[in-house]
């Protein structure tokens, strides 16, 4: 089995995930546990970077419905940044980015929440 890691990084009030490796049905826990954790914590403003990740599977992808909608009705947002074409394809397929703001960089996104 792949590896998967998330790497937290917190600046000012928007919280930063880096996913490293692959999300997948046997993965997607972990990242359930860091948005429930985030939202324990009031911390609504929330990039998820995928730049070192090389796999999704559909149940990574429902991480992100599945929250999406309590970070919104709590004045945050979920942004996506740096996907490879490959993960940015399976987004796309699915709609996600009429649901989600995808950016090429993490600067961007990190300005937005300002």
């Known amino acids: 089995m792949e590896e998967f890691n998330i790497i937290e990084k917190i600046s000012n009030e928007v919280t930063t995930l880096h996913l490293e490796g692959f999300l997948d049905a046997h993965t997607s826990v972990e990242l359930e546990k860091s948005f429930e954790k985030l939202i324990a914590e009031k911390k ?25 909608e309590t970070i919104r009705n ?41």
């Open 44 to 68: 609504f403003k929330i990039i998820v970077n995928f730049e070192k990740l090389s796999y999704i599977s559909s149940a990574g992808l429902g991480v992100f419905m599945a929250y999406i």
């Open 74 to 114: 709590n004045a945050g947002d979920i942004k996506l940044c740096k996907m490879s074409d490959k993960i940015f394809n399976i987004f796309d397929m699915l709609g996600f980015p009429i649901l989600f703001e995808i950016y090429k960089d993490e600067a961007e996104p990190i300005e937005k929440f300002k």
